[in-house]
């Protein structure tokens, strides 16, 4: 059973830095790309970046040169570093994997700028 769960989220004032984590366990974690995801109450979800298993990565226009997506295929990890924080960033996030052909994501986590 795929299981990723997702740390880092909170309060963060806005133009600051934040990191998400993402634990995954259940599956051969350096084989499949990762992806963080986004998502405002109403709105729908948003891809936010994704990252190869060989560290190629992709960013939406809406974060890219702020935000990093990493990962640690040793300790089964996905990482965002979150820099510049706006308010349009405030949103629930997400990480995700497809495994297989099927989608698992993680609870989300909750980042909220504040000024």
């Known amino acids: 059973q795929v299981q990723l769960v997702e740390s880092g989220g909170g309060l963060v004032q806005l133009g600051g830095p934040l990191r998400l984590s993402c634990a995954a366990s259940?599956?051969?974690?350096?084989?499949?790309?990762m992806a963080w995801y986004r998502q405002v109450l109403g709105k729908q979800r948003e891809l936010v970046a994704f990252?190869?298993?060989?560290?190629?990565?992709n960013y939406a226009d809406s974060v890219k040169g702020r935000f990093t997506i990493s990962r640690d295929n040793a300790k089964s990890t996905l990482y965002l570093q979150m820099n510049s924080l706006k308010p349009e960033d405030t949103a629930v996030y997400y990480c995700?994997?497809?495994?297989?052909?099927?989608?698992?994501w993680g609870q989300g986590t909750q980042v909220t700028g504040s000024s």
């Open positions: 990252i190869f298993s060989d560290g190629t990565t």
């Open positions: 995700n994997s497809p495994v297989d052909g099927k989608d698992y």
């Open positions: 259940g599956t051969t974690f350096s084989r499949y790309v």
